[in-house]
């Protein structure tokens, strides 16, 4: 069944099949051609249109009112005219000569060594102490302190069976991540007694409980991320750190999420490796393999935001700049 609908819905069917055959997931393929294919129709758009430089400029300036949405859709479509010009079903890509629309920078949020411990206590303590509770939400504090000790990605704490801790080695194996690596990782030894203390508490008050995920929900289930994201937001705002995204100029500042703590994670580990005089350059492929990064290129966008200081002082001095202007 065709999913598409526009005057271009054939040769949509063609570029998505041609880019499944390079390699790239269908998931990550259709969204943006089925948004191409939706605005064509909605505006009903003719194919003598499509050649004209003037649409695409028109698309640009309407499509969204994100810069960097408007860019990267503007890119799939100039992928979608090249691979048509190299087919000499059109002449020439009419989005060669457009430029990108000038985007917003995103600095996320970061979490300074002292604030990630005051958000780790602030999370225990909401730990209700009701037997009917207690097991679950420990399992919500420790999926919490994997992400500040471990770097992990929200879901990479909650998929984790009880075959992929290895207490004797004190490491655990991550399967099916973000970039369908697996990993081995060694537990800092901040996490391995609380983990080995919750493990403990769990089978002497439930004995029988047979829940295969290492960190237990109810009735056999895994810890949900929206469970995790409420306890992270109320532990941020109980400590003072609840604050909204801000835009200011080309430049978007990030509020609190919980992957805020993956960040800083990598950004103080960073700074810890200069702090022993070694350059944080030498540690990036090593920091990458343990993040589950693809290449550890990724790794090094965390070079250009030192620590939570520097953060908060950018804010500043972009705040100033803009009430100058």
């Not at 003598?48 to 309407?62: G, I, N, S, V, Y």
């Not at 970061?110 to 999370?123: C, I």
């Not at 992990?152 to 690596?181: A, C, Q, W």
Request: hydrophobic content about 40%; charged content about 25%.
């Amino acid at each position: 069944m065709n999913p598409f609908e526009s005057v271009m819905a054939n040769y949509l069917v063609d570029y998505a099949s041609y880019r499944e055959q390079r390699g790239y997931a269908q998931k990550a393929i259709m969204p943006p051609l089925i948004a191409i294919d939706r605005y064509l129709k909605a505006h009903n758009v003719r194919w003598e249109q499509l050649q004209q430089p003037a649409f695409f400029l028109h698309l640009r300036a309407t499509i969204s009112q994100h810069p960097n949405t408007t860019n990267r859709m503007l890119s799939h479509v100039r992928s979608l005219f090249d691979y048509l010009v190299r087919r000499q079903i059109v002449a020439a890509n009419p989005l060669k000569d457009i430029p990108p629309v000038p985007e917003r920078y995103f600095v996320p949020f970061v979490f300074s060594p002292k604030q990630t411990d005051r958000l780790l206590k602030a999370v225990c303590a909401a730990i209700r102490r009701e037997p009917a509770n207690f097991i679950f939400d420990q399992g919500v504090y420790l999926a919490v302190v994997m992400l500040a000790r471990c770097g992990m990605r929200i879901n990479e704490p909650l998929r984790l069976g009880r075959h992929h801790y290895r207490p004797d080695e004190g490491s655990v194996y991550i399967e099916r991540t973000k970039f369908r690596k697996d990993r081995l990782i060694p537990l800092p030894k901040a996490v391995l007694p609380e983990l080995d203390n919750y493990l403990a508490v769990r089978k002497a008050c439930c004995p029988d409980e047979q829940n295969p995920y290492l960190l237990a929900a109810r009735k056999g289930q895994p810890l949900k991320p929206d469970r995790v994201r409420r306890v992270f937001h109320r532990a941020a705002e109980a400590i003072g750190l609840k604050q909204p995204k801000r835009t200011m100029g080309n430049m978007t500042f990030g509020s609190p999420v919980p992957h805020s703590l993956r960040h800083a994670f990598a950004i103080n580990t960073l700074n810890r490796i200069k702090a022993r005089g070694i350059s944080p350059r030498q540690a990036l492929p090593v920091l990458a393999a343990y993040m589950g990064h693809r290449k550890y290129q990724y790794t090094a966008a965390y070079l250009k935001v030192k620590d939570a200081n520097d953060l908060a002082g950018l804010i500043a001095f972009t705040k100033s700049q803009l009430d100058v202007v």
